[in-house]
Structure formats: C-alpha cells, structure tokens
C-alpha cells in the first residue's frame, strides 16, 4: 500500500501537465482519477505509523519470544541469573543486619564495661591518694595523669 501511493504521489506530481497521463487515467474508476497529491501524502503518512510500528525492534523481539525458542531461553536465563543475583544480595544483606545487631550489643555490652572500669579506677585513684596522704602525714595529695 505505502509503495502504491508513493507511486500515485509521483505520477500526480510529474504528471501535472502532462496530456498523454491524463488520457491513461480517463478510464480508471471515479475513486483512483480523484485523489489529489495532499490526500496522499495524508493516506501516506497515516499508514507510516503502524508500518514504524510493525518493523520496531522491540516488537520483533517480543514476537520471537511469544514464539518461544533460542531468544525465549536466553532471555528467561538472563532473569533466572538476575533471579539468583538478588537473592544472593538479599542473603548478604540479611547477614550484614543481623552483624550489625551483634555488634550493637556487643557495644552496650563493651560501654557498660567501660563505665564499670572508670568507676573503678576513680574509686582506686581516690584511695591511692587517701594511702599517700595518709603516708606524708595528712597533706592534700592529688595523682595527676588519670583521664577517665
């Protein structure tokens, strides 16, 4: 049909003037001798569209698998990997957030400690000086260098 009328498009418009055109088309039927050049290019371009859509790539893919065969196992491999992909991602995740919550209790677990022990040697430093004052004969003694 597309190549019908770029044919009719091309004689109307070389055509115009020409004497021996216009007798050949006298006995042609009332639809055919009746087209102008814009209804064509109309026609033309509005059986384009579906032509375009018919040679799209992506609908010929999707023909081949709806067919089944080479391209249907490659594509539905190409999912099964992508598949097990995600479930490998999902598993390292799943382990990364349990690590993280043993690590959370590990830390309140480890800051509790830490508090036990500045308390401790708070307490011990208290009665390392009260033994060292008590050693010079009462004088204020002070330990210098704890940061706790």
Known sequence: ?????????????????????????????ES?????AEELAYKLEHIQKPIDMLADPELHELILLNQGGAAFERVLQTLQHELA???????????????REQN??????????????ADATLRLRGDMQAAISARLGGRKVSVLGFNV
């Open 104 to 117: 959370r209790n590990e830390q309140a677990a480890l800051a509790e400690q830490a508090r036990n022990l």
């Open 32 to 36: 055919v001798r009746t087209h102008t």
């Open 85 to 99: 992909l995600v479930d490998k991602l999902r598993a390292t995740i799943n382990q990364l957030e349990a690590k």
């Open 1 to 29: 049909l597309r190549a019908f009328l770029r044919q009719r498009m091309s004689e109307l418009g070389a055509a115009s003037s020409d004497a021996f055109f216009w007798a050949a088309f006298q006995d042609a039927p």
